[in-house]
């Protein structure tokens, strides 16, 4: 998955209420978080074949340290601890550790089965990546309703959260931010071709 770990980490401020979105975000991700250092340090191997699955090229060789599931269930023990010991909010500390260990969940349904119960041991996954139309509903889905459920626990603040902008230069700031989408246009269009 990608953003099905983003929505779980929205959805999980209404349980977490004074745990900070980068604090839940960061939870989600540990895993892709630490992959790209354990790939540098060779702990992790991953190699590129188009047609691994219909949705990514990646095949992943071994990810006994980032995606194992006994692996996975140690960081989240190991990252709910660090929070409580940090911020003695319980339920904070659960809803992290939690959110930690739904990525190998989320992973193992997305994936090819290679998703690791131990370090090294045999591959699971349900495979939902060799289904693209699939996979877009899914992650969609469940990305717009943690996104509903954040904004159902959360009020905006500032202007930022739903009023207009203060003046006309933040609007201009801002809307120069609309040049993104075409850009990532031109950049994808760059990486396919015609079928």
């Not at 660090?82 to 909010?89: I, Q």
């Not at 990525?103 to 193992?108: A, E, G, N, T």
């Not at 009023?163 to 950049?187: C, E, K, M, S």
Request: proline residues 7%.
């Amino acid at each position: 998955m990608f953003i099905g770990h983003y929505a779980l980490a929205f959805a999980a401020k209404k349980a977490a209420p004074k745990a900070s979105l980068a604090t839940l975000i960061f939870a989600a991700a540990w895993c892709d978080l630490l992959w790209p250092f354990l790939l540098v340090l060779g702990w992790e191997r991953v190699s590129i074949h188009p047609g691994a699955t219909a949705f990514n090229p990646l095949r992943f060789d071994s990810y006994p340290w980032s995606h194992s599931l006994l692996l996975v269930l140690g960081w989240s023990v190991l990252i709910g601890g660090l929070h409580w010991k940090a911020r003695k909010d319980r339920r904070a500390a659960l809803a992290i550790g939690l959110l930690v260990l739904s990525h190998w969940v989320l992973d193992w349904i997305s994936h090819a089965p290679d998703m690791p119960l131990w370090p090294d041991g045999p591959g699971h996954g349900l495979g939902l990546w060799n289904h693209v139309a699939a996979t877009v509903a899914v992650e969609g889905s469940l990305f717009a309703l943690g996104v509903g459920l954040y904004l159902g626990a959360t009020r905006a603040a500032s202007w930022n959260g739903s009023a207009p902008p203060p003046n006309v230069h933040v609007l201009t700031a801002f809307a120069f931010l609309g040049w993104l989408p075409p850009l990532w246009g031109l950049w994808i269009e760059r990486t396919r071709a015609l079928a």
